[in-house]
């Protein structure tokens, strides 16, 4: 008789996703999901566009003094949603 290795499914999924190539997709598309929760709602309603590009969150904001607040909290909004996603997916954030 033999044994099986018994894992949890979601180390199976885990694996899966990266064996495949998908894990780091997903964790960017949960680092953009996860910007109005971080942000705020108010930021949120002058967002229009948001992109990663070269480990860059890329965000879009319409309000010009906004901007300028979210241009000096750059650090800690890379900080907070890295740990809102669980993994180091950005570096870097530009407001534009």
């Known amino acids: 008789m033999f ?7 979601g180390e199976i999924l885990m694996k899966l996703l ?3 190539g998908l894990e780091t997709p997903l964790q960017q598309k949960r680092l953009i999901d996860a910007w109005e ?21 890329l965000v879009k904001i319409t309000n010009p003094a906004l901007r300028h607040d979210l241009t000096m909290m750059r650090t800690q909004l890379v900080r907070r949603l890295n740990e809102q996603v669980g993994a180091l997916v950005i570096t870097d954030i530009k407001v534009y």
């Not at 044994?3 to 499914?9: A, D, F, N, Q, S």
Request: charged residues 35%; glycine residues 4%.
């Open 3 to 9: 044994r099986r290795e018994v894992k949890p499914l």
């Open 18 to 20: 990266r064996d495949e």
């Open 37 to 57: 929760t971080v942000a705020g709602p108010m930021v949120a309603r002058y967002t229009t566009e948001k992109f990663i590009k070269n480990q860059t969150l």
